[in-house]
């Protein structure tokens, strides 16, 4: 008798779908199954149909735990192993499908409803579909804002690029602007500096032209009173 695994925590359980491919005589043909799969911390359930005939596998917490011991793991371990095989498709991994027996080191009961399992596991590959569609036209949308965000940083971006390069080149105009008034001024000041020092070289000149003009003529004079004083004899 199966157990019951409803009052494990929702949570803690992990549902996956696989469609596996069985090897079969004629490489040009090919078989498949698919196996649904409820992953419980130490046991799980399978439910494996291939459209026409349908299986369960419900592996118990002992069962589990045995196995797990034979492969020298842990529970988690095994069950995490076990996952990765039946919850992903494997290249490798091998299963045996004779007539109404699916042996996968587990051997799987043939179902009391092949309707209903195989019904089940429809359904859940729709409603995986569905969660798959909304999930591919949220990450478009999301993508699509991304990248409208990005366009406008890029424009953004130009924008600050183009503003930097004008108000560089203001400045740099404004620089040589006031640079070139600065070397003008200095050119006046320096052109004013030489007027006033020639100016005031003038005045000297004048002085020492005048003195020596004085003595010359006070000398003269002397020489002229000398010659008119009469002879004292």
Known sequence: MAEDHSDIASASTRNTCLRLELPVEDPKSKDAVFVKAAWFP???????????????????????RLRAEQWDLSVTEYISLSEQYLGFQQPGSKSTYQGTKLEWRWKCKPSSDNKKMTSGILDFLMDANIRLSEEVVRRARSFEILKSEADKCLEQSERFSNEKSEFESAVYNKFVAVLNSKKAKLRELRDKLSSLEATAKAPKEEDDSTDKTESLDEASDRETLIKEEPDEE
């Open 42 to 64: 130490s046991c799980f359930e399978l439910a494996i149909s291939d459209g026409l005939n349908a299986w369960a596998c419900h592996a118990t917490e002992a069962e589990v």
